[in-house]
């Protein structure tokens, strides 16, 4: 069974350093006039952030801004995570963490991220709030979707990459549970059959996250009980 985990507002919470960083680091390369009004981030993959905003300030869409704002933004992350508490896991986390480890070290479980932050980014993110990226098998990040000119990446493309890695791993191909804070979470576990819990820890409420047709919604990880039953829960329930 794979678990495979967003990473901000549902394992942790950077309280916006991750967006202003980003912002930061777009003023430092193209000028302090750059604007990010209008410009959504939650459960959105990095790269399409990073179009999004330089159409919004009629800069080129091109590979090169896009490496020069990749790196500054690193490094503008980097000095705010610094800062003491600027990162925290969320409530329940690391207990729920800690509970599915017996069962990842027997192979019962494989637990995963899926994520539209950078990979180097959502590392620091993970290690600034206590979480130890080892605990987690496989990774898709937000640059592993597939894009072109003529079709932007979706966060739909991360799916097959975290299985594939999962099965080079040695994991059984299998049933797959996301777990995600957003509507973007959801869509992304129906549009290949998995399912989805849902944490109304970020921008999204409960009814909203609900109304995008999550498996199930808790207002966070704290009850870990619950959530273990559902996630170790290998038949899909009924909607």
Request: hydrophobic share 45%; glycine share 10%.
């Given at each position: 069974?794979?678990?495979?985990f967003d990473?901000?507002?549902?394992?942790?919470?950077?309280?916006?350093?991750?967006?202003?960083?980003?912002?930061?680091?777009?003023?430092?390369?193209f000028g302090?006039?750059?604007?990010?009004?209008?410009?959504?981030?939650?459960?959105?993959?990095?790269?399409?952030?990073?179009?999004?905003?330089?159409?919004?300030?009629?800069?080129?869409?091109?590979?090169?801004?896009?490496?020069?704002?990749?790196?500054?933004?690193a490094a503008?992350?980097?000095?705010?995570?610094?800062?003491?508490?600027?990162?925290?896991?969320?409530?329940?986390?690391?207990?729920?963490?800690?509970?599915?480890?017996?069962?990842?070290?027997?192979?019962?479980?494989?637990?995963?991220?899926?994520?539209?932050?950078?990979?180097?980014?959502?590392?620091?993110?993970?290690?600034?709030?206590?979480?130890?990226?080892?605990?987690?098998?496989?990774?898709?990040?937000?640059?592993?979707?597939?894009?072109?000119?003529?079709?932007?990446?979706?966060?739909?493309?991360?799916?097959?990459?975290?299985?594939?890695?999962?099965?080079?791993?040695?994991?059984?191909?299998?049933?797959?549970?996301?777990?995600?804070?957003?509507?973007?979470?959801?869509?992304?576990?129906?549009?290949?059959?998995?399912?989805?819990?849902?944490?109304?820890?970020?921008?999204?409420?409960?009814?909203?996250?609900?109304?995008?047709?999550?498996?199930?919604?808790?207002?966070?990880?704290?009850?870990?009980?619950?959530?273990?039953?559902?996630?170790?829960?290998?038949?899909?329930?009924?909607?």
């Amino acid at each position: 069974m794979l678990l495979l985990f967003d990473i901000d507002a549902t394992l942790l919470t950077t309280s916006g350093g991750g967006a202003a960083a980003m912002h930061e680091a777009c003023r430092a390369e193209f000028g302090t006039d750059f604007s990010i009004e209008g410009i959504a981030f939650a459960g959105r993959l990095d790269p399409l952030i990073l179009s999004d905003m330089l159409r919004r300030n009629g800069l080129g869409d091109t590979p090169e801004h896009h490496a020069r704002i990749r790196v500054r933004y690193a490094a503008m992350l980097r000095e705010r995570l610094h800062a003491p508490g600027a990162a925290r896991a969320l409530p329940g986390v690391h207990r729920l963490l800690d509970s599915l480890a017996p069962r990842a070290e027997q192979g019962s479980v494989i637990m995963g991220l899926l994520t539209g932050n950078f990979s180097e980014t959502g590392t620091m993110k993970l290690l600034a709030a206590g979480i130890d990226p080892a605990r987690f098998t496989v990774a898709a990040w937000g640059e592993d979707a597939a894009h072109s000119e003529q079709r932007p990446a979706r966060r739909e493309d991360l799916v097959p990459v975290a299985t594939n890695r999962a099965v080079a791993a040695g994991a059984r191909a299998g049933t797959f549970t996301i777990i995600g804070d957003t509507p973007h979470d959801v869509r992304c576990a129906l549009a290949h059959g998995g399912r989805c819990l849902a944490v109304a820890t970020g921008r999204y409420s409960a009814a909203d996250l609900a109304a995008a047709g999550a498996h199930r919604v808790v207002p966070d990880l704290d009850t870990t009980a619950d959530v273990l039953e559902f996630l170790l829960d290998g038949c899909r329930p009924e909607k």
